[in-house]
């Protein structure tokens, strides 16, 4: 994919230093002051790039989005290629950013960039050369399911998650990266010879974006590093009990530093291109940005994304909640400063919109993600089918390694439709035991569940997740909450806010509430259909995607 080389004259110097300090601006911004101010956001996702151009008011001025390719080499493999992903950033950047200039605004409006991104996915990079060792290892891939097998039987494993909050999974990066200690000779080589770095796509990002080996930035926020399984929770700072469990030797092996998610020094300016010398000010995963996008700052409040996979954020504050009910816990966002780090309980869902993209790209069945609800909608209900759309296994609360995609119930009436309604309900079901799991640990039932990501437009099935978790789903009208918590941690770093409470007005406007409309019996009777699936797609014998031999 080729890149403009953008050399504008318009081309920023960086932010003076003075102007950049922990609270820069007196009193509240005015709502015409804050319309002059803009704040880039990188959304680096699972299957699309986009850097979205927001005012103070939280309004996106100015986008772009791209796809990239999605690799599955084998069976459970998913893969991603490191430099085609730097590219789509730059090229976003470069394509909002001329959009931007074209309706008049001036380059130095912009007062900083924030990034967003797919979590737990592993790079691997040579520190002197700055090249990747091996493609991406995407967040979904479950060649690591034998290694965690094996792991399991470890002595400390249980304690891990005590330590880091998450449980041993094909999920978390660690398992990723021993992977490719153990399966790649290059990798090893680099590790063996101190030359190895360990990213996810937020440290990937940033040294590239930065200008790479020369300046040699690598760094990662706390929620990114929460997701890696070497973060201890309560200090967030690498924990060598963690290292020692995976066998990693920090000496040979260069981790990011760990810092606040909204932060004017450490995540650099980018290096080329239309906004060069901007600074980069906010970094967060992006589970994290759109619990910030959607203002969940108060203890109890959630939010729930569905984008690629779906993924509920239940703020827990400022002490970590270690689950007892197949949640994961997570930092949520660290502002830094005088503020602590505020912590999440996550209900993660490996397969959301991916399983629309699965109907439309591997079946057939429509032309555009747009179109399932539509088809969804030519049968009354599911007709008596289950889909249990394990296809990374099913993350929680059930963490079932061995279970793949099955569909139950199909006979000689099963139209695609009936396949299509099952497919959105999945992630309502899941969803469902995963608040049901909330309520347990956290001892407080959600009033209402906040949603967002690409799946959420689907009428259709936001209706349904009202029905089926029986209380009210409410929608914003502008859905990139998580390109906006991005911005909103740059803009803190920056001065453009200072206290939260700043934010409240921003996409409050024309949100949409679906309010449940069927009786609670028959919402438990399909609650109690979809558990009885899950139990059946349990313990399916296959060959182990890592090395081919038989489990
Ligand atoms: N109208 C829609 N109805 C249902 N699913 C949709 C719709 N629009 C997009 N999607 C699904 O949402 C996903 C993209 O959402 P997005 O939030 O952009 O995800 P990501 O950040 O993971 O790339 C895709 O998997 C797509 O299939
Ligand atoms: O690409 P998304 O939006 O489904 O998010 C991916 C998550 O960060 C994986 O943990």
Known sequence: MAIEKASSPKSPQPIPKEEVTDSPTEGHLDEEKLKKFYIGSIDQGTTSTRFIIFDGLGQPVAQHQLEFTQNYPHPGWHEHDPKEIVETVELCIEQATQDFLDQGHEIEDIKAVGITNQRETVLVWDRETGEPLHNAIAWPDT??????????????????????????????????????????????????????????????????????????????????????????????????????????????????????????????????????????????????????????????????????????LYNVGEKPVISKHGLLATVAYDFGGKRKPVYALEGSIAVAGSGVKFLMDNLGFISSSNKISELASSVEDNGGVVFVTAFSGLFAPYW???????????????????????????????????????????????????????????NLCMQTQANIIGIPVDRPAMRETTALGAAIAAGFAVGVWKEFDELKEINQKDRVVFEPNISAEASAKMFKKWSRAVEMCRGWVDTDESNGEED
């Open 400 to 458: 079932i390694d061995d279970a793949k995609g099955t569909i139950f119930g199909i006979t000689q009436y099963t139209e695609q439709g009936h396949i299509a309604r099952a497919t959105l309900e999945a992630t309502c079901f899941q969803t469902k035991a995963i608040l049901d799991a909330m309520e347990k640990d956290s001892g407080h039932k959600l009033a209402e569940l906040a949603v967002d990501g690409g799946m959420s437009s689907s």
């Open 143 to 312: 060649r690591t399911k034998g290694l965690v097998r094996q792991l399991k039987e470890k002595e400390g494993a249980d304690e891990l998650k005590n330590i880091c909050g998450l449980p041993l999974s094909t999920y978390p990066s660690s398992v990723k990266l021993v992977w490719l200690l153990q399966h790649d000779k290059a990798v090893k080589k680099a590790y063996d010879e101190g030359r190895l770095v360990f990213g996810t796509m937020d440290t990937w990002l940033l040294y590239n974006l930065n200008g790479g080996k020369e300046k040699n930035v690598l760094v990662t926020d706390a929620t990114n590093a929460s997701r890696t399984m070497f973060m201890n929770l309560e200090t967030t700072e690498y924990d060598d009990r963690l290292l020692d469990f995976f066998k990693l030797d920090r000496k040979k092996l260069t981790l990011p530093k760990i810092v606040p998610s909204s932060d004017a020094k450490e995540f650099g300016t980018l290096a080329k291109g239309l906004l060069k010398g901007i600074r980069i000010a906010g970094c967060l995963g992006d589970q994290s940005a759109a619990l910030v996008g959607q203002q969940a700052f108060k203890p109890g409040r959630a939010k729930n994304t569905y984008g690629t996979g779906c993924f509920l």
